[in-house]
C-alpha cells in the first residue's frame, strides 16, 4: 500500500445522506485508473488510530478530480462527514477486478441506491465509446436517486443510452412516470426486450447484487456476462 496526501477540493450534499466528495493530489496528478476501481481511503480515528474504508471512484478518468459517492453509514463516514473543503486525508489505489468487458455488445448496469457511484463512471466511458447501454437504478424514495438529473440528461442527449430509475419505498413524487419496486429479470426483460446478447454490471448490497445475479444466470445470461460490485 502507497497512501499519499489528498484535499478534498468540493463537497456535494447530494442529499441528508448522501454526499460526492472530490478530491486532488496534494502533488502532482490522480493516478491512472479505470472505470470500477475502487480506492483506500484513510483518516485518523477517534482514538487517533489510522482507519480506512475502500470506494468505488464516481469520477471518470477524464475528470480532473477524483470522485466518491458515499452514504454516511458507519464510524469512518462520519469521520469523513466532519471533514470540510481544503481539508487533507490519505487515499492509496487504484484497486479492484470490477471492470468493463472489453468485448461488451451492449451493457445493462443496474445500482441500488449509492451503487450508483461504482456505476457513474462505467456509464461515461461506455457512452463515449459510443457502445449502446441501459442503467436501472432504484433508490427507497426519490432523494435516493443519486445523479438523477445527470442520468436523466445523458439519456436525452444519447439515442444508445437508457435510462430507467425506480423507487422502491416512498410515494413517488407528482408526474412521476418512473418504475416502482425493485428490479427484477421480469422488470428487465419487459424494458429490454430480451437478456441474450448482453453484459450486466451489478453495484448494491449483497442481498440486491447477490439474489439479482443468480436470477439473471438462472434465466440463461452466461456466468461471465454477469459482474458484480457488492457490499454489506
Known sequence: MKFEQYVVKEIVHESEEVRTFRLAKQEGSVPDYKPGHFFLLRLPGEDGKPCQRSYSAASHPSEPLLSFCIKLKGSFTHLLWNLKEG???EVDG???TFL???DDSERVFIGGGVGISGLRSQILE???EGRVCSLFHSGHG???LTYF?????????HDGFKFFPSITGDDPPPGWDGLAGRI?????QEKLGSLAGKAFYLCGSKEMAGELAAALIAAGVPREKVKKDEWG
Not at 149 to 157: A, F, I
Not at 184 to 188: A, E, F, K, P, T
Open 149 to 157: 438529473n445527470e442520468m436523466k440528461k445523458l439519456s436525452e442527449e
Open 126 to 128: 461506455t457512452v463515449n
Open 100 to 102: 468493463l468487458l472489453p
Open 142 to 144: 426519490f432523494g435516493n
Open 94 to 96: 487504484p484497486y479492484g
Open 184 to 188: 427484477n429479470v421480469q422488470i428487465l
Open 87 to 89: 481539508d487533507s486525508l
